[in-house]
């Protein structure tokens, strides 16, 4: 499985991004995709996932209500709608597929960075 991101960028803090995701190869296998982000210093956390259904979807707390990740099976894509944009969103952010095998595969990243 290939992943490719896109969608960042610079953005004042209030301000809105869309990240997307392709992926590629083996996605019959893919069970759930989500986004995890890390900061400079910091630890890769968990931003939001999704099932391959698009059934279920899962937040960290610190950005529920204001970013939204939604998937479409036909591209094998999905984005992440980032609103009300905060200084500490600020971090390379990046896409993850988890397969039926219990195998990760991880993007090489996008930056978002948000001016306050």
């Known amino acids: 499985v290939q992943l490719v991101e896109s969608g960042g960028g610079l953005v004042q803090a209030g301000g809105s991004l869309r990240l997307s995701c392709a992926a590629s190869?083996?996605?019959?296998?893919?069970?759930?995709m989500g986004w995890y982000r890390q900061a400079p210093g910091k630890q890769r956390e968990l931003v939001a996932t999704?099932?391959?259904?698009?059934?279920?979807?899962n937040y960290a707390d610190s950005v529920k209500g204001r970013f939204t990740i939604s998937r479409d099976n036909a591209k094998n894509t999905i984005y992440l709608q980032m609103n009300s944009l905060k200084f500490e969103d600020t971090a390379v952010y990046y896409c993850?597929?988890?397969?039926?095998?219990?195998?990760?595969?991880w993007g090489r990243g996008t930056q978002v960075t948000v001016s306050s």
């Open positions: 993850n597929a988890e397969t039926l095998y219990q195998r990760n595969y």
């Open positions: 190869g083996s996605t019959f296998s893919i069970r759930a």
């Open positions: 999704i099932t391959s259904g698009g059934r279920t979807t």
